[in-house]
């Protein structure tokens, strides 16, 4: 079973900042913060990690509570192309079969002109 | 990243028959799963594809249904067997790469069809 909680659903606005939660309350010490997306029809693309640092990369910025049981994804600008269902996922960063990552039902980000 | 290819991109298939799913990546890469995703749900791991050895299938999948082979560190094919309309979905691939970077990427997916 998935070990992350999300909202089903979000809005924003083009241009405006859109912040996706996530609840991992069970999170153990050596497991990261993924997040994944999926736009419709195509397969899922990563957009980043995180351990219990903030991390940001092109594409987005993940904070990580200091309790690590949750945390949030930013797209600091949304646009259009960024509509599709993201997932937040939790697993080991290295470990062989661990490596598997199991996807809970993720947030619906809209994005509105 | 690894660019994964996946055949075929769809397929309308009878019920009964079964179709092949092939999924080719450019580098070699450690690890190689299979996922199901039922339409307008989220995605399912079937089993992860061990190079040189049996597949490890996920709790309600069994090797009858989904035989899969992984003959290199490259090329990987899953098989749906004695089809039935439930199993439409898409059918993605998805690899870890070899080395430090464990990013998960996916192919694009096959989208079946049973009729």
């Known amino acids: 079973d998935a070990k992350t909680t999300q909202p089903p659903s979000m809005d924003c606005a083009e241009g405006r900042a859109a912040n996706l939660p996530c609840n991992h309350s069970?999170?153990?010490?050596?497991?990261?913060v993924y997040w994944y997306r999926q736009i419709h029809s195509q397969g899922p693309q990563y957009i980043i990690h995180?351990?219990?640092n903030n991390e940001t990369n092109e594409m987005a910025s993940l904070i990580i509570t200091e309790d690590r049981k949750s945390s949030t994804l930013i797209l600091p600008h949304a646009t259009l192309r960024d509509t599709a269902v993201y997932y937040c996922?939790?697993?080991?960063?290295?470990?062989?079969?661990?490596?598997?990552?199991?996807f809970g039902t993720g947030t619906l980000l809209a994005v509105q002109p | 990243s690894a660019v994964i290819s996946q055949k075929p991109s769809r397929d309308i298939c009878q019920r009964g028959t079964s179709l092949t799913i092939q999924c080719q990546v450019d580098?070699?890469?450690?690890?190689m799963f299979w996922y199901r995703q039922q339409p307008g749900q989220s995605l399912t791991l079937i089993a992860t594809?061990?190079?040189?050895?049996?597949?490890?299938?996920e709790s309600g999948f069994v090797i009858d249904k989904f035989p899969i082979s992984r003959p290199n560190l490259t090329f990987s094919t899953l098989t749906v067997s004695n089809m039935s309309p439930e199993d439409s979905s898409i059918y993605l691939c998805?690899?870890?790469?070899?080395?430090?970077?464990?990013?998960?990427?996916f192919g694009q997916g096959t989208r079946l069809t049973v009729v």
């Open positions: 998805s690899v870890v790469e070899t080395g430090a970077n464990t990013e998960a990427f």
């Open positions: 069970t999170i153990s010490g050596n497991e990261y």
């Open positions: 995180g351990l219990k």
């Open positions: 996922i939790v697993r080991p960063r290295y470990g062989g079969a661990t490596n598997k990552l199991i």
């Open positions: 580098s070699q890469v450690t690890m």
């Open positions: 594809a061990n190079q040189g050895s049996e597949a490890t299938y």
